[in-house]
Nanobody
Framework: QVQLQESGPGLVKPSQTLSLTCSVS??????????WSWIRQSPGKGLEWMGTIRYSGSSYYSPSLKSRTSISRDTSKNQFALQLTSVTPEDTAVYYCAAAGVETMYEDEYDYWGQGTQVTVSS
């Protein structure tokens, strides 16, 4: 059973960089055939897929966020991370890390989810 846990600051100032880490247990981010993603949900809105890092290490992003988003990994710690630059209050959301056995941006195809972490962008 794969388990995921998000961690990182709950408050970020506008124009700064949001950084979150997802710790994975019960599976390897580099050898198991899973796709590891970040997904967020802003207040009053649906889930928004942000980007994915493949088990091979390559990554791809939502076109609307691509210029500000980076997903990386640390295989020695079995973790992957999200960086979102130049944040604004519109980036306030609950951020989830998730894993799917297929390459997808659709949340109903994800098999495993972290519990989510609230990030507020405010001065």
């Amino acid at each position: 059973q794969v388990q995921l846990q998000e961690s990182g600051p709950g408050l970020v100032k506008p124009s700064q960089t949001l950084s979150l880490t997802c710790s994975v247990s019960g599976g390897s981010i580099s050898t198991d055939n899973y796709y590891w993603s970040w997904i967020r949900q802003s207040p009053g809105k649906g889930l928004e897929w942000m980007g994915t890092i493949r088990y091979s290490g390559s990554s791809y992003y939502s076109p609307s966020l691509k210029s500000r988003t980076s997903i990386s990994r640390d295989t020695s710690k079995n973790q992957f991370a999200l960086q979102l630059t130049s944040v604004t209050p519109e980036d306030t959301a609950v951020y989830y890390c998730a894993a799917a056995g297929v390459e997808t941006m659709y949340e109903d195809e994800y098999d495993y989810w972290g519990q989510g972490t609230q990030v507020t962008v405010s001065s």
